[in-house]
């Protein structure tokens, strides 16, 4: 159990814990309960380790759950081109914990407001609060966006804008059931399936060809770079940007 992201459910499990002696006083039962709810919060917000393949051409799933859909998707926020989208949709016996796709530095960080719809549905990735994050090296640019849902209310950011990350390294989580999305570039060989489950910072989603700069990638992670700054609610002191749902 790793304890930064058992931190996070600290006032879950002290409310479930004054619960359990309250209820004790009256129905012995009842505080059984609330232990169980105990252990069933502490079983949500296990964070175990993983093991991450090394090779730099490989892309790794960013959160654990079912491969939703792969489609084609517009990227407007970060790279700004067509990429194919792989959503991942996390229930609430998959662990929460996001992982980096790729080695890389973290430039981009973008909270939006929205609503709680359900994750399943197709048009709660434009509707929902979210996350974007945009992670980059020399070769290609990986974007990858949290989704809340019906009952995840809650994104925990931990990295920060600049930060460096290898592949697999924790950067947030989203709490309860939820939806995170994976934008790849259209060259990258796609290992993953809909259907499948997948095991974020260990199970490979795609492949990235021997040189991407020969395909063109380079370009467009030279344009994420270049856009960093003229974002005009990106803020590079602060490491997050805000935008409002409309």
Same mark, same amino acid.
């Given at each position: ?9 600290? =006032?879950?499990?002290?409310? %479930?814990? *004054? +619960? ?5 006083? !009256? &129905?012995? =039962?009842?505080?059984?309960? %609330?232990? *169980? +709810? ?5 079983? !949500? &917000? ?7 393949? *090394? ?192």
């Amino acid at each position: 159990m790793r304890l930064q992201t058992l931190t996070e459910a600290r =006032w879950i499990l002290a409310l %479930f814990a *004054l +619960l359990a002696v309250v209820a004790a006083f !009256f &129905f012995a =039962w009842l505080s059984l309960v %609330f232990l *169980l +709810l105990i252990f069933c919060t502490i079983a !949500f &917000f296990r964070d175990p380790e993983r093991r991450v393949p *090394l090779d730099s051409n490989l892309v790794v799933a960013a959160a654990d759950g079912r491969v939703m859909d792969i489609v084609e998707w517009d990227e407007n926020h970060v790279l700004k081109t067509k990429t194919r989208r792989v959503r991942i949709f996390l229930s609430i016996f998959d662990v929460h914990t996001n992982r980096a796709p790729i080695d890389g530095r973290v430039i981009y960080r973008q909270h939006r407001e929205g609503l709680c719809l359900d994750a399943r549905r197709l048009d709660c990735s434009e509707k929902n609060e979210s996350m974007t994050w945009a992670f980059e090296n020399p070769r290609v640019t990986i974007v990858v966006r949290q989704i809340t849902g019906a009952i995840a209310r809650r994104i925990v950011a931990w990295a920060q804008v600049g930060d460096e990350l290898k592949k697999g390294d924790r950067f947030g989580m989203i709490r309860f059931g939820s939806r995170t999305e994976l934008y790849l570039p259209f060259n990258a060989e796609l290992l993953v399936k809909v259907g499948d489950h997948v095991f974020g910072g260990s199970t490979i989603v795609a492949r990235l060809p021997e040189s991407v700069t020969e395909t063109g990638n380079q370009a467009s992670g030279e344009s994420a770079s270049q856009q960093q700054n003229p974002h005009p609610t990106l803020s590079l002191v602060k490491g997050e940007a805000t935008e409002n749902a409309s």
